[in-house]
């Protein structure tokens, strides 16, 4: 067992609001908190905090309170932040919605999470509506922020001026967020955290990562995701920087905004990272003012990381973690430029971690010079989960008797604390640093008529990153071709989650339980593409 080598973060005692508000000093009110990188508009800590307040005020006055689910599908806006810390404000728990969604999936979402309001954007609001509908949310409790007939705007619900309500709870037990998150295995469940989970996160983070007032951070990476939502809405704001939000990643407009805004610091997923390595629009920007890059979601490729720093002139740190850890558990701090930057560095403060060996179900040794064995890292923590939502057995499978959350994820580590992720054990792929859930994918594929079995796992496209591969085997004598396996599951899922090659195969490998053998998958796919 391993402890990070920093000295215990403290952990206060405080709502996400009282931590990340309550200390604001005069002189920090009038800086700049959000900057809309769309439009140019300026949000100040002031302003924020007195609209948190007033929305506050207004759940409060319609009896939402410590208890209730408040559902936001939005995407990166300066008012995101308004309603997130708002509906914390309130004592209500913010469950965030990935806005790529599918009707089904948002309605899925509701239903699990029990949410009774629905803040939306209006360019989302079709597939909110039909979701709504589905589960019986009123128009009157679908808030559509930015106005639209029949619902209640953001504008409204401010205007009424109403003071945020006195509540009380314990921030160690209360549901401050449920992201949803597929984990190892299955469908998307409802990540709790509470209040001390995002607060402890926090804490760790100012001593790991290095933000300053002074850094414009560009807010790219979707506060939905749990990396946007600590690292940026929570993490940055403490810090107190300055956000630059943009709705969608664009490169042209990526671009176009780093250079404007002078921004800092970016947040990105590898993805992003291959398109500021390679790509010609990349040399004729101004990105002059960008001192860090960091990276996470998503394994960073080593010799991809060089490039980049060289090619920007900055830093490139990255880190690791998981929704069910609030994320963050390991990053490589600004400050150690010797690190390998396809490692993950260190672990955050106050963070354990054990590798255990998977085949003996015991500790790896550590060698003194080099890495050791590979297993998969388990961590313990205040920022580890307290469980899956109305699903225990989920929750057990994950999260043992002793407080050690099973990741999922293999790695291997060095005596000097260095740890690099190189495998994942879980069925769960990243595209673009989303989450794919094979379960999901599978459950479509089997629902067409002329599919007999079928399974997902994730494969490297041209530039190393992952993306979905289906193993299809057809019902005798049926033809299917792959164009139509593609479109039919496109049909059904968000477009992150589409299946972008497909095989056709003879048999699925199973388990005599009848699991699918995945490993057996990735090591026919292996031997296919000569790795
Ligand atoms: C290899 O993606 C996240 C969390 C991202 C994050 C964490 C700490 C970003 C910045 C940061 O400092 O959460 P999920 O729940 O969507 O996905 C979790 C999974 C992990 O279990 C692992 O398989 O995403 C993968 N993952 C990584 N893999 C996350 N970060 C890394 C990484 N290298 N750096």
């Known amino acids: 067992m391993a402890r990070s080598p920093r000295p215990d973060a403290t952990v206060p005692d405080a709502s996400v609001f009282e931590y990340l508000f309550g200390g604001l000093g005069e002189g920090e009110l009038d800086a700049v908190a959000i900057v809309d990188g769309t439009s140019g508009a300026e949000t100040t800590y002031r302003q924020l905090v007195g609209q948190v307040s007033l929305l506050a005020g207004a759940l409060a006055a319609r009896e939402v309170a410590v208890g209730d689910v408040v559902a936001l599908l939005c995407p990166n806006v300066p008012a995101f932040a308004t309603v997130f810390h708002g509906i914390l404000r309130a004592g209500a728990t913010a469950t965030t919605v990935n806005s790529l969604y599918t009707p089904e999936e948002i309605a899925s979402q509701l239903t699990d ?43 409204d619900l401010l205007g009424e001026g109403r003071p945020a309500p006195d509540i009380s709870f314990d921030p160690a037990e209360h549901l401050a967020v449920l992201p949803y998150s597929s984990g190892t295995t299955g469908r998307p469940k409802g990540v709790m955290l509470t209040h001390r989970n995002l607060v402890a996160n926090v804490t760790q983070n100012i001593q790991a990562i290095g933000l300053e007032r002074e850094d414009r951070v560009l807010a790219v990476l979707p506060f939905f995701h749990i990396y946007g939502m600590t690292v940026l809405l929570n993490y940055a704001l403490k810090c107190r920087a300055s956000l630059v939000t943009m709705p969608r990643f664009d490169l042209a407009e990526f671009l176009r905004v780093i250079g404007e805004y002078r921004a800092t610091w970016l947040f990105i997923a590898p993805p992003i990272a291959v398109a500021l390595a390679k790509h010609p629009l990349v040399a004729q920007a101004d990105l002059s003012s960008v001192k860090v890059v960091f990276s996470g979601a998503a394994p960073l490729d080593g010799a991809l990381a060089e490039a980049v720093a060289d090619r920007l002139d900055c830093i490139v740190c990255q880190g690791y973690g998981m929704t069910e850890t609030s994320p963050v558990t390991h990053v490589i701090p600004v400050d150690r430029p010797e690190l390998d930057r396809s490692s993950i560095g260190h672990l955050l403060p106050s963070t354990e971690a054990r590798v255990i060996d998977v085949e003996t179900g015991s500790d790896v040794e550590v060698p003194a010079e080099g890495a050791s064995r590979p297993g998969e890292i388990w961590i313990r923590g205040p920022q580890v989960m307290k469980g899956y939502l109305g699903n225990p057995e989920a929750t057990a499978e994950m999260l043992d008797a002793d407080g050690w959350l099973h990741t999922g994820d293999i790695a291997t580590v060095t005596a000097d604390g260095v740890y690099r992720i ?28 002329r599919i007999a079995d079928a399974a997902v796992i994730g494969v490297p496209d041209e530039d190393g990153q992952e993306i979905p591969k289906a193993f299809v085997v057809v019902q005798a004598g049926a033809d299917l071709t792959a164009e139509e396996v593609v ?28 699991k699918i053998l995945r490993k057996d998958l990735r090591a026919r796919q292996a031997a296919a593409s000569g790795a």
């Open 113 to 155: 999470s029990g949410a009774t309001w629905f803040f939306t954007v209006s360019p989302l609001l079709p597939g909110a509506k039909a979701a709504a509908e589905q589960v019986g949310i009123a128009d009157d409790h679908l808030v559509v922020l930015d106005g639209a007939e029949g619902h209640p705007s953001l504008r």
């Open 487 to 514: 479109a039919h599951v496109a049909e059904h899922v968000a477009p992150h989650e589409k299946v972008r090659a497909v095989e056709f195969i003879d048999v699925v490998p199973k388990s005599t339980a009848g």
């Open 422 to 449: 190189v495998d994942r054990l879980k069925e769960l792929i990243k595209y673009k640093g989303y989450q794919v859930a094979p379960a999901v994918l599978e459950a479509v594929l089997l629902a067409h008529p």
